[in-house]
């Protein structure tokens, strides 16, 4: 069984933990600057609560890093340096040096580095990629997203700051955006340049949004809109690809499997409930992992590549950049602004 | 109370949409389809068969005739000219969109019909579909807060025809499709585009084409709004409908989104060898029409001015030019 050790506990650490639990691991502890917070995680999920990083790299076959995004470089240096193959949680890093910096331990290391960009495992994305593999479309050569949602964490005093604090979450762009830049890639290739519009410098608080132009390599066009700027508990997702020959679309308004009308007790209305069940081994985070422990196990190239998850943090970072300039920003020769 | 006949001449079916506008001046009380001319004249031909009405190998003799009104639904690149023949011949001229495909002919349209006392009305039929005009209802009530962006698309299939042919179309999907958007929202915000940065594709969804067939807009709006609007031909021969019509609005209190032709069949048809969608929406063709004869009849000003297709134009092109600069650019209204 594969030793797991956990580096971070916070939400995405425990969709990652229920994730492990139907997979053939042994989870072997958890880290995390809040001692408490580790405790609590051990408690739920099995494992001992290490008070050193340095002793739980040593003690584990695959560390899974689920720290808020600035807090990234340190773990992965750590564990590439410990020579501990890990599972980084997207984005890659805040800043563009320090994942460049992560990427290039990584590779001197020779350690693996898996970056859990999960886009790529939703099944209905993945549905398209292999469409499109399936030249079902042609050549691909629009894409078109969106991934709206209203402002994280709000009244979780926590999360609400971390996010709000766009010098260590980036903003709407690098948190959700990547999601999307990433997804593009795969399908459309290496992006050429970006152009993007948005609240992310409006100084608006508890909101964030932007439309993003791509231009891809190969002549390629992408539309990106990620949005924090939903009204409370709205949450938007929409894939369109068209190729030469054909278009793929998905609305995540599209009706649902399972809808189910019930009476409500005492008004004389109803209440709606509607589901889209997937099977446990099609649970995107559990696929995710799945495959990542199967890279491990066999060597093989995962889904996402160092090279993948450190370009999305470029193009992610030069929309941002163009928003703030209100120019369009080359990604070959893009440098990020010092902080 | 007897109501004037109003004395309707069409010029060119070379725009498909002139059909429609024909069946529905036709149906119309109190409206006379006097005429064809078209320059094609197999078509004008079959086209006033069709409608029930004469043909005019000349158009000097169908400009005789005293109409009231003209339609002018010819290529693109030939609106200028054939608005030149009907100025001052008859009170009103229903132009198809885009106005012109430069801002010198786009001028010289509104100058002569100024000079002359014609009415030059341009067709943007989408203001008078009822889903956007719930939603201009929407954002005038304040529903929305403060508003911060636009998201758009007006989405098509690759038309073939003229459409592909520079010389009389004056572009592909950047000029086709953005000029009805652009004019939407100049409407319901009452705000001009200031500048523009586009990806234009050519060729690129359909390899050989010869034309743009893919547009992205990134626009900014003299309110501050911000926006995008994708103008590609990006729907497959093999998609159930022409294109669509959409615009999602954020403000601070929400967003409003608009689907212009949502109201529609499912319709599977053997015949058709693939699933459609038919629409049973309100026809805005329709509501177009009856406005330009309601012109003619109360003598009043045109609803959607030479001025707003020439303001519609400018956008197009300017995205056209920040396509070639790579970069963004000023919309130029002079």
Known sequence: MTRIGMIGTGAIARVHLDGWRSLPVEIVGHYDIDRDAARRASDAYGGAVYDDLDALLADVDLVDICTPTAAHKECVLAAAAAGTPMICEKPLARHLDDAQAMVAACEEARVPLYVAHVVRFFPEYARAKAAIDDG???????????????????????????????????????????????????????????????????????????????????????????????????????????????????????????????????????????????????????????????????????????????????????????????????????QEASA | MTQETIRIGMMSFAHMHAASYAAHLRQMDGVELVGVWDADATRGQAMADRFGTAFFADNETLLAEGLDGVVICSENVHHREHVEWAAGRTRAILCEKPIATTREDAQAMIDVCAATETRLQIAFPVRFSPSVQRLKAIIEAGKLGRLFSAKCTNHGSMPGGWFIDRELSGGGAVIDHTVHVIDLLRWMLGAEVTEVYAEVGDSLLHPGLGIDDAGLLSFRMDNGLYGTLDTSWSRPASYPTWGDVKLEILGEEGIAMVDAFAQHLRVSSDAAGKTRWLYWGGDMDRGLVQDFVAMIREDRAPSITGEDGLAALAVALAAYRSAVQGEVVGVEME
């Open chain 1, 136 to 334: 079902e479309i042609g050549r691909p050569a629009m894409i078109r997203t969106v991934r709206a949602g209203s402002f994280p964490g709000a009244g979780r005093e926590f999360n609400s700051a971390f996010y709000a604090d766009f010098e260590k979450s980036g903003g709407v762009i690098l948190d959700v955006g990547i999601h999307d830049i990433d997804y593009a890639r795969w399908c459309c290739g290496e992006v050429e340049r970006v152009f993007a519009r948005g609240l992310s410098f409006a100084d608006i608080p508890e909101r964030d949004h932007a439309l993003i132009s791509l231009r891809f390599t190969d002549g390629g066009i992408g539309h990106i809109d990620c949005s924090w700027a939903n009204p409370p508990g709205l949450w938007r997702t929409r894939l369109e690809i068209a190729g030469d020959r054909g278009l793929i679309e998905w609305d995540g308004a599209d009706p649902a499997p399972v809808t189910v009308f019930l009476r409500d007790e005492d008004d004389p209305t109803y209440h709606e409930e509607r589901y889209s069940p997937l099977a446990t081994e099609d649970n995107p985070y559990r696929a995710e992992l799945a495959h990542f422990l199967h890279c491990l196990e066999t060597g093989a190239t995962p889904r996402v590549t160092p090279h993948d998850a450190l370009m999305a943090v470029k193009v992610s970072l030069a929309a941002m950049e163009s928003v703030r300039t209100g120019q369009p920003i080359e990604i070959a020769t893009f």
